[in-house]
């Protein structure tokens, strides 16, 4: 693939796509007005909604690739690489394209919650599939806002551009809660594997040699984005993906107390704690009580 090119501004994608800049800071395009695309990869440095209709080559975040299906909705963060592989043919896209700088909604209402819409980190692989009522009501979305840009701007542009962005968005949420109830059956197998995961690692050395797993080390062991494992811990289990974790860390803790060869110390460090005191809080915020107090419990007493 190519170089990785670098768009921190909407009038350099707009440029690429050989579309005019009506506003410096949004934009709207619509993929089956602009000419064939091939192979690329792009670091963003603004917000990205991409609704394609029709597979178009392989996208790709960094490495990982995907192909498109109908009615599919992609969002691409700032920080982001993303691109297109399509094996050297001349392929013409259609749908559209919602981009927008960060800066355009700083001091809002939705630059203030931008970051509760986790699915703007998830993978390519991790996309959301829509129905075609879903789609209609994305399109209806993206065309008002196009519209509101092509019109001479005011003093209510910007607030009805935002406006309008937000409840897309919204929607967006709307569309992935039912995508994880639909993907029921998937997502069974995630935290099928997450639990094998979390038994392997407290079984073998790696809690005593790489330290504590944390969400990040469990999201890219499973191939899945921290966001989009969180979202899916938390709506398949009603717990937090940390939560999940540290509940089987305590219970692999109890099972170790009662082997009174090795000490408090000796266990939190197989555990992966660095500092016993760090995992004494721990356990007591879990249990109730301390490691000690619960390695002397009678059978009577242990109800935790």
Do not use: W
Not at 59 to 67: A, E, F, K, S
Not at 244 to 267: P, T, V, W
Request: glycine share 6%; net charge neutral.
């Amino acid at each position: 693939m190519k170089q990785v090119e670098r768009y921190d501004t909407v009038k350099q994608y707009n440029d690429s796509m050989g579309v005019d800049t009506l506003h410096p800071l949004v934009s709207v395009v619509n993929f089956n007005e602009i000419p064939t695309v091939q192979n690329f990869r792009r670091f963003m440095g603004i917000y990205a909604v991409f609704l394609k209709n029709i597979k178009c080559g392989d996208m790709r975040y960094g490495c990982q690739p995907y192909d498109y299906e109908d009615g599919t909705l992609v969002f691409v963060s700032p920080g982001q690489i993303y691109g297109i592989d399509s094996k050297g043919i001349a392929i013409k896209p259609s749908g559209y394209g919602l981009v927008f700088h960060p800066d355009f909604i700083k001091g809002t209402n939705l630059g203030k919650n931008i970051k509760n819409y986790t699915f703007l980190s998830y993978e390519v692989n991790e996309a959301l599939h829509l129905s075609k009522k879903e789609r209609k009501t994305i399109v209806d979305y993206i065309e008002k806002i196009a519209e509101e840009i092509a019109q001479n701007l005011d003093k209510h542009s910007k607030t009805l551009i935002v406006s309008n962005i937000e409840l897309l968005l919204n929607y967006c949420q709307r569309f992935y809660d039912r995508q994880f109830i639909t993907r029921s059956n998937v997502n069974g197998d995630i935290l099928v594997r997450f639990e094998k995961l979390l038994n392997d690692y407290f079984k073998s050395d790696k809690a005593f040699v790489l330290g504590l797993p944390s969400v990040a080390y469990c999201a890219d062991e499973l191939h899945l984005s921290p966001n989009y494992f969180g979202d899916l811990i938390k709506k398949e289990t009603g717990s937090t993906a940390l939560d999940y974790i540290q509940s089987k860390l305590i219970d692999e803790a109890k099972e170790r107390i009662f082997d009174r060869s090795k000490s408090i110390n000796e266990i939190a460090s197989e555990l992966g704690f660095k500092y016993q005191q760090h995992f004494t809080r721990l356990f007591k915020q879990k249990t109730g009580v301390t490691p000690n107090r619960y390695r002397n419990l009678d059978d009577n007493e242990i109800k935790i």
